[in-house]
């Protein structure tokens, strides 16, 4: 590999010194190194991503390493995380192995692992992508709303809860495990079902193919009162919903690529990770 894509968190290098370093090695070594320009808010600017970029490396944690692979999407650059951050499932390597990640990528002794997204789309709405969990949840005042869940057009459960999340398998170690689901290899390819503090007994999470297609709607709450709820990606653009608003859930048709230099097992890494939570 040649030509790298360096992705900053401003937030964990405030002063661009790490960023700085990594670019100067990768200058040295005879490659090409070429900072990605964000707006005001951190994101990427549209239309700056350069042509003939082999490998994007993303300075920061999990969350910095999601949000590129969405804004990303369709470019088909795999990403490699350097933790600037605490748990890092995603960003496996830790800074003071930069150097040691690198050189591994100039040789090209890499594997690149495939990991599946979410497509979410409410008609006239939004429509958009998440590597880790698509979230609907309650909006405004302390109390459950009634979501119906769909899936292939069948009606599944009906929850009284404050939301439900509808995880990715790489998405099983965040949000979905903090609500009691189960913890998916990250390889795999479906979907996790789990609802947010459920007012019933036996609500467990449902393991859905990745093949299948979820709706989640909004119901009516007591009274025919309206209700409201919101809708985010990876825990980014909230978007607000009402009452008969259904958002339909798919496998979408592109994915994030990460690559992997580390043989270690997940279940291994997890163990590391969570050591003491």
Known sequence: MDNFYVITNQLKDTDYSITGEILRYIEENGRKGILAEKDVEGHIIEGTVPKGVQCGI??????????????????N???????????GYLAEVELRDYKRALDRLFAGRLDI??????HGAVEGVVSDVALNDIVVTREGSLRVVHFNIYVNGVLLNSYLADGVIISTPTGTTGYNLSAGGPVVEPTASMFVITPICSHALNTSSVVLSAEDVVEVEIAEGRYGKTEHASVTFDGANTIPLVTGNKIKIKKAEVTTRLVKLSKESFMKTMRKKMKGN
């Open 58 to 75: 993303v300075l920061g944690g999990d969350g910095t390493l999601i949000r590129a692979a969405r804004e990303l999407e369709g470019y």
């Open 113 to 118: 692992e495939e990991r599946m997204m979410a």
């Open 77 to 87: 650059i795999p990403l490699l995380g350097i933790n600037l951050g605490t748990l």
